[in-house]
Nanobody
């Protein structure tokens, strides 16, 4: 299973970026998708999730600034990041997960990270 993240870069505070995560049709159709981030010296943080039904959830630190979406036709999940702050600087990774109803275990896949650096 491949998840290919892209779109990171160096921006100034207040700017916007859109991250993309391309995967397979099976994954985008059946798996919950998520974006995580990890800043240097900090634990990995869940940023946003989107279910197969389109329900979204956000970390309090990004709510109102970030938007997660999925495009089934393009097999892609996006993270639109607006009003970026220096504290948003991190490596952002996409993740796909699926709860196996028959045994309660999780099937999880990770993409490689993309660096987002916000200068103040």
């Amino acid at each position: 299973v491949q998840l290919q993240a892209s779109g990171g870069g160096l921006v100034q505070a207040g700017d916007s970026l859109r991250l993309s995560c391309v995967t397979s049709g099976r994954i985008i159709t059946h798996y919950r998708m998520a974006w995580f981030r990890q800043a240097p010296g900090k634990q990995r943080e869940l940023v946003a999730t989107i279910t197969t039904g389109g329900r979204t959830n956000y970390a309090a630190s990004v709510k109102g600034r970030f938007t997660i979406s999925r495009d089934g036709a393009k097999n892609t999940v996006f993270l639109q990041m607006n009003s970026l702050k220096s504290e948003d600087t991190a490596v952002y990774s996409c993740e796909a997960d699926y709860l196996r109803a028959w045994d309660g275990s999780w099937e999880v896949y990770w993409g490689q990270g993309t660096q987002v650096t916000v200068s103040s």
